[in-house]
Every structure is written in C-alpha cells, then in structure tokens.
C-alpha cells in the first residue's frame, strides 16, 4: 500500500510533567501490524501524550477505533466530538492522544471502496466517497460491525489466516462492505435498498449543524433552519431515522465534547473544573447535566475526572 499508516502519519511526543520519552523510548507505546492485505489493521499504543498529523491528504479511508484512554480527533481542522472516526481520501485528519491511549486503525484503500460500489451501482463513482466522519457506537448495526473488526485481529493471529487467502480476501470484503452499510456518506441514497437504509439528507445536515456549531447558542429551529425544513419535518425526521429528538442529539453531542474535555484534563487541554467544562458546553442546570451524564456514560462528571486524575 503506497500511503501505508506509518509514512503517511507524523507523530509529536509531549513532555508530560513527569517526564515523557521521546518517540522511540515512550515507555509502554507499541505499535503492532495486526494484519495485512488488500485492507490493513494496526494497533498502536502512545506510551505518552502526542499529536499524530496525516503529513498528506489520504488516498484511503482511515478508521481510527479507540480500545483505551481517550483524545480528540480533527478532520480538515475541523474538532469532532468523538475519537471513533473515520478519515478519508482528500482530507487531513490530526489525533491527539493521553499517554494511556490504545486505538487500532484499520485502513481501506480507496480503491476497495470503489470497487464494492461499482457492484452496487453498476459503475465507477465519480469522485471519493466521504464518510460521516463519526461513528455512533451506541448503534446495534454500528457495534456488530466493530466486533467485525476485534475478530480481524483474532482471525489474522490464527493459523486459518496465513493457510486459507480465500477466507481472508472474504472477511476483508465483509468489512468494506459492512461500513457502507452501517456507516452514513455521500452515496447511501444512490446504493439504498442494497444496505441499510439512508438517513434523509436534511437530518444528516441538521447532525452536520450540531457537530459544528455545538459551542454556539443553537436550538432545534436553528437546526431546521440549516437543514432547509420545518422544525415538525425536523423533528419527525429524528423520531423516525434516529429514534431521538433534535434537543436531544444536540445534548448528546455536547455530553460527548464534555467527557472530552474532561479525559483531556490530565494533560493541560482542557480545564479542571467540571463546573466550568459544562457551562462552556451550555449546560447551565449541574443537577440535570450531571444525571444526562450518568445516564449516558455511567458515571458522574466528578467521576470521570477524578479516575483521570487518580491514574496520572
């Protein structure tokens, strides 16, 4: 593969305050090749803080799964309010990990992806397909696709892999074409009927609008407003496409950039106060934040930021 994930991703060790090594000593990094072929699976582990910069637009589709610890993720210098993200041809994406992070990337060449949507189509696509460049791992569809690719890493470790490329060429291709059908992007409404099936374009415009104006003062009109609907078609579409309400969504993906905020604490990319992380996300009531919280991720904003601290 001509831009493999080791010359195409430039990494930058921080010095931590009690002293991280550089790239090559960082004590417990790793980085693992789990698996080679017409798709790629590694796992890499920072062993300290770090920033990991594409050096060049991608001419493959990165999909960055966290395993441990947490970060931030931009695409096109553009923040996302998860890490579980994919990264695409003609894009720059950046990651920034705790020293305690342990993520797999698992890399599809582009030309993977066009061939499996020329059988869909019928012919080749015009221009790179781009993935919604957030994966929603609370989706049944979604998670079932990730544990496609734990069993990769088990598959590639035993002896069925190097014996039987027939079986292995199958399972690449069960997870190419398993992303498109469980992840949104820009032909889901040309392949519908083949996969699962698409989220309206102006829900997946309204999620665009909360992912990018989330620090701004927005509601759900606002969202309508950019999505070129009514706020009932708005909210209609929701129920139906994402089982939830425009509020709602919106809430999550704040939730998502506090618990961000607050993992990043440990080194310096975020404030310490949980009072504060939540008012910059807008939420001004602690007690129902804190129980929105709880509910979504387990455990309490103190909880989180004490665990973050305690293993520092």
């Not at 010095?15 to 080679?36: D, I, P, S």
């Not at 759900?220 to 129920?239: H, K, P, Q, T």
């Not at 440990?266 to 009072?275: E, I, L, S, Y």
Request: proline letters at 5%; one cysteine or more; aromatic letters at 6%.
């Amino acid at each position: 593969m001509s831009n493999s994930f080791e010359n195409n991703w430039v990494g930058s060790r921080k010095q931590g305050a009690k002293g991280a090594k550089g790239a090559k000593g960082a004590k417990g990094g790793r980085f693992r090749c789990v698996h080679q072929g017409s798709v790629v699976l590694y796992e890499r582990g920072q062993g300290a803080a770090a920033d990991v910069t594409s050096a060049e637009p991608l001419d493959s589709y990165d999909v960055h799964i966290p395993l441990a610890g947490d970060g931030a993720v931009t695409m096109n210098r553009k923040g996302l309010f998860s890490v579980l993200g994919i990264v695409g041809p003609e894009q720059r994406g950046s990651t920034g990990r705790n020293r305690r992070n342990v993520n797999r990337i698992l890399i599809i060449p582009r030309a993977a992806v066009d061939d499996a949507l020329t059988v869909r189509l019928g012919e080749p696509p015009h221009e790179p397909l781009s993935f919604e460049p957030v994966l929603d791992n609370t989706a049944a569809p979604v998670q079932g696709w990730l544990e496609l690719v734990g069993q990769l890493a088990d598959f590639a470790d035993s002896g069925l892999a190097a014996r039987s490329p027939l079986a292995t060429g199958h399972f690449e291709q069960l997870l190419v074409n398993g992303l498109l059908d469980v992840q949104p992007h820009t032909l889901s409404e040309a392949v519908a009927g083949r996969g699962t099936a698409a989220v309206p374009r102006a829900v997946r415009r309204a999620r665009d609008f909360c992912s990018e104006h989330a620090h701004e003062p927005i509601s759900a009109a606002d969202m309508a407003r950019a999505a070129g609907v009514s706020v009932r078609s708005l909210r209609e579409g929701f129920r139906q496409h994402l089982d939830t309400t425009p509020s709602a969504y919106l809430r999550g993906v704040r939730l998502g950039l506090v618990r961000r905020d607050l993992l990043a604490a440990d080194d310096g990319r975020a404030a310490h106060n949980v009072t504060d992380v939540a008012m910059r996300w807008g939420f001004t009531h602690l007690g129902r934040f804190t129980g929105h919280y709880r509910a979504a991720y387990g455990e309490t904003p103190s909880q989180t930021l004490r665990t973050v601290r305690g293993s520092d």
